[in-house]
């Protein structure tokens, strides 16, 4: 097991100063500690014991009177060569709740030991608070993590309830795909598993904790934040000739601590698109906490697939919803000047559905991340170029995208895929619309961007832009045109269907060669009642098969 920072620092580490003066004395009882001479030495002592870590400042003759100091906000700054002041929180009394800035004026013989406090200041600020000394199995850090500083706390409240209910754990239980890949993949590489150490990171009912104390774990640590954790008990309890190898720690995986390294971690981090819900980053600074050099990780690697797609039926029903707006008379109410961000509004929602893969225009490309080597911060902002070239001439009306995962085993290698045109999984597909389509002949280029920005309701914005290159004579000198952008919200979809639906084709059309409808404008304003878009079809009796 890794030594700590404390045990380092033999859990103590004590400085001689020349005096210190308490700025803000707590109460009258203090006066005696507020200033301190050179006939009274004073110590400053950093310590870390039964998993508490402070410093204080005392004298060498009476040790109980004394300042203490909380090091997570703590601050120091320099006033000379040997003088420096400490600022942390205090408090008005003992029984006070509210809290205010206390600061201790600090005096060193010479500058040279004024700047080794310094020094072991911020190395125990660094070392003990920010990366945490080992506490008992199961206990949380004091410290904010990187979660909290990064979350807002109503997201997180909201995405531990979600989880911490059983009914959306049998929504994820019943992906027969998901459950049933997850168990072929850790049941065939039980070499692996045989005799290890597993951390399941998010382990939910702790259906992969028990899948790997199947496949002959020494020991499992199952982390769970939410109030699945007390069902994880339960039901592991009421398995108990593998639940003796499990440990249930309720906690986030960025703040809890265990007893020793893993050889292999398991996780189920994937969200709509891959990354929504941002687990990924804590998967991946499980990696950095807990795994072992050369360890292994179920899955290893992501890969988000992307093609241009059209579907005129999809593209008149978004616009189609926003002619509500349009009405000119509603209850004596003109609704048209709110038309143009109604409409621009529900193409901000990424589709979540199931569509037919006949629908691509044109070759998918596929854009990895590989969970073993990527840092954290490489997924706050996710840049992928589209480059595409046209199967067919139609219109483009977005960005079709789905995603699989790797478990590199070493004696199977499964994926875990998404893909439209396979077994449909409860993570289904997902579609970037544009409000303004394109139009592409078979052979043009389709070039673009896809970028998504992380942010702090545990999502991303996406921000997509497709343009056609010049076709025909001339192309290969370049040019784009036509372009369209959109920037769509994936915390906030619409989900529109389970499964595929079934499109209008005559029997004589080729995949990809879909109806046309006329184009939507934004701008309204010359209609004086609000009509339903209707795509322009024919042979509708004709029906895939």
């Avoid at 204080?56 to 003088?83: M, Y």
């Avoid at 595409?388 to 995962?405: E, P, Y």
């Avoid at 952008?485 to 004589?508: F, T």
Wanted: net charge negative.
């Amino acid at each position: 097991m890794e030594v700590s920072a404390a045990q380092k620092h033999n859990k103590q580490q004590q400085f001689a100063l020349a005096s210190i003066t308490d700025l803000y004395p707590p109460s009258s009882s203090s006066t005696s500690s507020s200033s301190s001479s050179l006939a009274s030495p004073v110590v400053a002592r950093f310590s870390a014991d039964n998993g508490v870590v402070e410093l204080r400042f005392f004298h060498e003759s009476d040790a109980t009177d004394s300042i203490n100091v909380d090091l997570n906000t703590a601050q120091l700054f320099k006033l000379g060569p040997a003088q420096l002041v400490c600022i942390c929180e205090g408090s008005a009394s003992d029984t006070s709740k509210e809290k205010y800035s206390r600061g201790i004026t600090v005096q060193f013989r010479n500058e040279e030991e004024s700047r080794a406090f310094h020094c072991a200041f911020e190395q125990w600020k660094k070392e003990v608070i920010v990366q945490g000394i080992s506490l008992p199995n199961g206990a949380v850090t004091t410290h904010r993590s990187k979660f909290d500083n990064k979350i807002e706390a109503s997201s997180a409240k909201m995405y531990f309830h979600y989880y911490g209910q059983l009914l959306h754990q049998q929504n994820m239980l019943q992906d027969y795909v998901r459950t049933g890949t997850y168990y072929a993949a850790v049941i065939e590489n039980r070499a692996d598993f045989f005799g290890r150490i597993v951390v399941d990171v998010g382990a939910g009912s702790g259906i992969l904790s028990l899948f790997a104390a199947q496949a002959g774990a020494k020991h499992v640590y199952a982390v769970e934040a939410s109030e699945m954790a007390e069902y994880a008990r339960k039901l592991i309890a009421g398995n108990p000739s593998l639940g003796e190898r499990i440990t249930v720690i309720k906690g986030k995986i960025e703040e809890v601590e265990l007893p020793e390294k893993a050889d292999i971690l398991i996780s189920e981090p994937m969200g709509t698109l891959l990354v929504n819900e941002r687990m990924l980053e804590s998967y991946v600074i499980a990696r950095d906490r807990f795994l072992l050099p050369n360890g292994k990780m179920f899955p290893t690697v992501g890969r988000i697939h992307m093609a241009p797609f059209s579907d005129e039926y999809l593209f008149v029903e978004i616009a189609n919803k926003a002619l509500f707006w349009q009405q000119q008379n509603y209850y004596g109410v003109d609704l048209t000047p709110l038309y143009g961000s109604a409409f621009q509004g529900y193409f901000s929602q990424p589709v979540v559905d199931a569509f037919d893969p006949r629908l691509l225009v044109a070759p998918a490309i596929f854009h990895v991340l590989d969970f073993t080597e990527i840092k954290e911060e490489e997924l706050y902002e996710i840049d992928i170029p589209l480059k595409f070239m046209a199967s067919v001439g139609t219109r483009v009306h977005g960005l079709a995208c789905w995603f699989d995962v790797l478990f590199n085993g070493s004696t199977v290698q499964r994926w875990l895929t998404t893909a439209p045109g396979a077994p449909t999984t409860h993570w289904y597909q997902l579609r970037c619309v544009l409000s303004q389509p394109l139009y592409v002949m078979a052979g043009q280029e389709i070039t673009g961007r896809l970028r998504m920005v992380a942010h702090n309701a545990q999502s991303y914005t996406i921000y997509l832009t497709l343009s056609a290159k010049m076709w025909g004579p001339g192309a290969e000198q370049g040019g784009i045109l036509q372009t369209s952008s959109c920037k769509l919200d994936l915390k906030e979809p619409y989900y529109r269907m389970s499964q595929p639906q079934a499109y209008a084709m005559a029997q004589d059309q080729q995949p990809h060669q879909l109806i046309h409808a006329q184009d939507i404008q934004i701008q309204s304003e010359d209609l004086e009642e609000p009509e339903l878009i209707q795509p322009q079809c024919q042979n509708l009796e004709a029906q895939l098969q």
